[in-house]
């Protein structure tokens, strides 16, 4: 459907945190593009170490990815113009269309408010300009009251384009009444003439004995409730941040066959890259905090994180770094993602001051690897295949793979080492290898994240750990349709909210 002049708008805010917003952002670009619009979302200002590469190699939130993903069109930097990635010391790094910008206090940040909001409106007018829809998504709650002489996410940008706005609450969080109620008398007069409905998210049980709690809503707020959605299982769409992650105490599916640690780092970052392993069949994923949950598992899989050294001291503090090395030297196989990659290796090195204040640490010895830090990120899509499919790679020779790298760290070794090679990078035809791995086959490090959403590769290691424990793994039960989870996810909304109301929002109704 053709653009003519301003592409329309819908935005997505939440009372809290978690409430979601962001797969009910995910669900109207799918619901809009079924109706053949051309849709992009958008968040202004999105803080998350879960992120992503664009085709042309900048970084954006993973959950705006994942919503592009949604409306069938490629993601890009104005979908998601600033990015704050949180470090240690209650700093963060901020990153500005796609590329690194500063590393900020969180009140120096505030205080850059007037030269973010242009780049923020700038992207927001540029994707109105080139698609039918923009589909927005808020941050946190739109009425921290003590926060609204900086805010460049929620009611601002909502004014800047006069978006109706829906605010979803989460019932599963108790007092959702109060929630909704207090969020409304909070906003400002002009922002509560933007909200047009409202969205009760996560219910559980009898929807029927909501009913009496539709009028009261209309009645204190002056705002209909646009629909009641329940809450939903076998619905898979990629977590926004790690509130949506399991506890460490609770990982397990009964008698699995395979028993997989994945280390929960305190700046855990591009967890989604694990998704593929807790959907396998027969397989146990468990998220590990402390040294006496570690067991005697099959796998230990230290994954990315924005701050390694600072990481890898909590490792160290925990107890974890040493029966990590205890557990490798007895013969349990170890993978690192990025910054566990890095962990593995024989010494970190930070001459710049990128990492920390230490210009050098120890890594935990297990690769015969160093890594320096650097002031450029590297961040790519891309493409390739396994050259050495020894001891954890057994049975994946010439597998190939798609992944994409976000890193500041140059990681060099023994050439012989490497076991990928990477062979399109950015859209440009490169031979470069990439990670290492041990001589015995069993320490395995990487750059690429995505590593296990590659079906052959991932059900090559499984089905060798299996071999090794002398233990039937069952079939996979196949790869996760994310085309088909998001029109999943698109038809249950269809469900349960009231698309009309929406559409007349919107404008799209007369």
């Not at 053709?2 to 995910?26: D, E, F, R």
């Amino acid at each position: 459907m053709a653009n003519s002049g301003l592409a329309k708008v819908i935005m997505v805010q939440g009372t809290s945190s978690h409430a979601g917003k962001s797969v009910l952002t995910a669900a109207l670009c799918r619901i809009f593009a079924q109706e053949g619009y051309s849709v992009a979302p958008f968040k202004a200002q999105n803080m998350s170490l879960n992120s992503y590469a664009t085709p042309d190699g900048g970084e954006i939130g993973r959950s705006q990815a994942v919503q592009a993903a949604a409306a069938m069109v490629e993601p890009r930097v104005e979908m998601n113009p600033v990015l704050l990635k949180p470090e240690a010391d209650s700093r963060s790094q901020v990153v500005v269309l796609g590329r690194p910008h500063i590393t900020l206090s969180a009140r120096s940040y505030y205080e850059r408010k007037a030269a973010l909001w242009d780049v923020v409106t700038s992207s927001l007018d540029t994707l109105r300009r080139e698609y039918d829809m923009v589909v927005m998504e808020g941050a946190g709650s739109p009425a921290e009251i003590n926060l609204r002489q900086y805010d460049i996410v929620n009611m601002s940008i909502a004014l800047h384009a006069n978006a109706p706005v829906l605010l979803i609450a989460d019932i599963e969080r108790g007092g959702v009444f109060a929630q909704l109620v207090g969020t409304m008398a909070l906003l400002e007069p002009e922002e509560r003439a933007l909200v047009k409905a409202h969205v009760i998210n996560k219910f559980r049980g009898d929807i029927s004995l909501f009913e009496p709690g539709r009028a009261q809503l209309r009645e204190l707020t002056g705002v209909p409730v646009a629909g009641v959605l329940p809450y939903f299982f076998d619905i898979h769409v990629p977590e926004e941040d790690t509130l949506g992650l399991p506890d460490a105490e609770a990982g397990g599916f009964g008698d699995a066959a395979l028993d997989i640690a994945l280390i929960r780092l305190p700046h855990l970052a591009n967890f989604d890259d694990f998704d593929p392993l807790r959907h396998e069949l027969g397989v146990r994923l468990r998220f590990v905090e402390r040294q006496e949950q570690l067991g005697t598992p099959d796998l230990i899989i230290i994954p990315g994180s924005k701050t390694t050294m600072a990481d890898l001291d909590w490792l160290r503090e925990q107890g974890l770094a040493d029966r990590i090395v205890a557990a490798r030297k007895a013969g349990t196989p170890a993978v690192g993602i990025c910054a566990g990659y890095q962990m593995l290796g024989k010494e970190l090195l930070d001459p710049e001051g990128v990492e920390s204040p230490r210009p050098s640490s120890p890594g935990l010895g297990l690769l015969p690897v160093t890594t320096t830090f650097l002031g450029d990120k590297a961040t790519h899509q891309v493409a390739g295949r396994v050259v050495d499919g020894r001891g954890i790679l057994s049975g994946s020779e010439g597998a190939e793979l798609v992944a994409y790298e976000i890193h500041m760290g140059v990681t060099t070794g023994e050439a012989s080492t490497s076991p990928f090679v990477i062979e399109t990078r950015s859209g440009q035809d490169v031979t470069l290898p990439d990670g290492a791995l041990d001589e015995e086959g069993l320490t395995l490090g990487v750059y690429l994240h995505g590593l296990f959403h590659n079906r052959q590769l991932r059900r090559a290691m499984l089905s060798w750990l299996a071999s090794r424990k002398g233990v039937s793994l069952p079939e996979s039960a196949g790869e996760v349709d994310q085309n088909a989870e998001y029109d999943k996810l698109a038809a249950f909304v269809r469900e349960h909210l009231d698309m009309e109301l929406v559409y007349e929002a919107v404008g799209l109704r007369a």
